[in-house]
């Protein structure tokens, strides 16, 4: 089998051979070795639920591919909610013409991600379409997870005086992308933060830290999750420039390309809010895993002008400022336009 073709998609034998040798070959467990039309699973209580579509280019990149990209996503976005990535759903729109090697590299990759949280592919579904109607392979998922923890992380529950922590460096995986990209090729020795995060996050709460908000920061990148953060909670956000963890390599392509590091986006780096008083403890558990991780800023009560104050016009809502190293303030927006197609 070298490369995929239509036949491969059309519920025949050598879909079957597909089935078989390839997905369940690396995804194999009891739940989807039964071949069933939908998985039966077992839950107690509140889950959390997420969906999401994978469709990089390229498909490999420094630090790793689709595949990876599509587990990792997938259960960072349960992680964040504070539930533990427990089942996923993987289907597989593949291009007629694919290479088989290449199907199977990114099987294996997500073979190998899936054990970093203990989560299990259930069910699935393969389509082969014809060349041209999809560019090479699309993955779509949905995960379900489940609360072992009382404490439900939420983008409306930061509070007065929460410290603003960052995980890691960021922009590395919008940097790394674009650096792969045929037209630049950039050389660097630059790799995608792409990674599973439920390790840190299972640490954080075990440690019985008071997590107000978890977000890990994809599309729009950190200008994004504190803007959402900042309107859903009501807060204003102060955030220090110096404090934000930018690397060389990702500096270089911002001063090249004219871009800002904070709307670049990550695949394994997350933002947390809680009190300032645990903010070093959960530092301390965070650069178990990323010596980058530090506080950022804080957030701080939005309080509403008196109606003289307003003369009628509009209340004015809490923002995100950011205070550069010479004193000097400036808000920092929610990115504009398309800034890096097809990045995740």
């Known amino acids: 089998m070298r490369q995929i073709q239509l036949s491969h998609g059309g519920g025949g034998q050598q879909m079957n051979q597909l089935i078989s040798?390839?997905?369940?070959?690396?995804?194999?467990?009891?739940?989807?070795?039964?071949?069933?039309?939908?998985?039966?699973?077992?839950?107690?209580?509140?889950?959390?639920?997420?969906?999401?579509?994978?469709?990089?280019?390229?498909?490999?990149?420094?630090?790793?591919?689709?595949?990876?990209?599509?587990?990792?996503?997938?259960?960072?976005?349960?992680?964040?909610?504070?539930?533990?990535?427990?089942?996923?759903?993987?289907?597989?729109?593949?291009?007629?013409?694919?290479?088989?090697?290449?199907?199977?590299?990114?099987?294996?990759?997500?073979?190998?991600?899936?054990?970093?949280?203990?989560?299990?592919?259930?069910?699935?579904?393969?389509?082969?379409?014809?060349?041209?109607?999809?560019?090479?392979?699309?993955?779509?998922?949905?995960?379900?997870?489940?609360?072992?923890?009382?404490?439900?992380?939420?983008?409306?529950?930061?509070?007065?005086?929460?410290?603003?922590?960052?995980?890691?460096?960021?922009?590395?995986?919008?940097?790394?992308?674009?650096?792969?990209?045929?037209?630049?090729?950039?050389?660097?020795?630059?790799?995608?933060d792409c990674t599973t995060l439920w390790p840190r996050v299972s640490a954080l709460l075990n440690h019985r830290l008071p997590v107000h908000a978890l977000r890990d920061a994809t599309r729009g990148g950190l200008s994004a999750v504190l803007n959402e953060w900042s309107a859903a909670s009501q807060v204003n956000i102060n955030v220090i420039e110096e404090r934000i963890p930018v690397s060389d390599e990702v500096k270089g392509l911002c001063e090249l390309y004219g871009f800002e590091p904070y709307d670049l986006a990550n695949e394994g780096t997350m933002l947390i809010a809680l009190p300032q008083r645990d903010a070093q403890a959960a530092l301390d558990v965070l650069r178990q895993f990323d010596p980058n991780a530090c506080q950022i800023g804080s957030a701080s009560a939005h309080r509403q002008p008196s109606h003289h104050q307003t003369n009628g016009s509009q209340s004015p809502q809490p923002k995100v400022i950011l205070h550069s190293p010479w004193g000097s303030r400036r808000y920092l927006e929610l990115p504009q336009g398309e800034l890096l197609p097809r990045i995740c």
């Open 21 to 192: 040798q390839l997905f369940f070959h690396h995804f194999a467990n009891d739940i989807l070795l039964k071949s069933e039309d939908a998985a039966r699973l077992t839950t107690q209580g509140e889950i959390a639920l997420t969906t999401d579509s994978f469709t990089v280019a390229p498909l490999f990149f420094a630090g790793g591919d689709i595949g990876k990209l599509a587990i990792a996503g997938t259960v960072n976005d349960l992680a964040m909610m504070g539930a533990k990535p427990d089942y996923l759903t993987c289907s597989f729109m593949i291009e007629e013409g694919f290479p088989y090697t290449e199907l199977e590299r990114i099987v294996k990759s997500m073979a190998k991600e899936l054990k970093v949280s203990g989560a299990q592919i259930v069910c699935g579904d393969t389509k082969v379409v014809p060349k041209g109607c999809v560019d090479g392979l699309f993955i779509n998922t949905a995960g379900v997870g489940n609360f072992y923890q009382a404490q439900r992380p939420s983008a409306s529950a930061i509070a007065d005086d929460d410290a603003i922590l960052v995980s890691g460096d960021i922009g590395r995986h919008g940097a790394c992308i674009l650096m792969a990209r045929d037209a630049l090729k950039l050389s660097s020795s630059l790799t995608s």
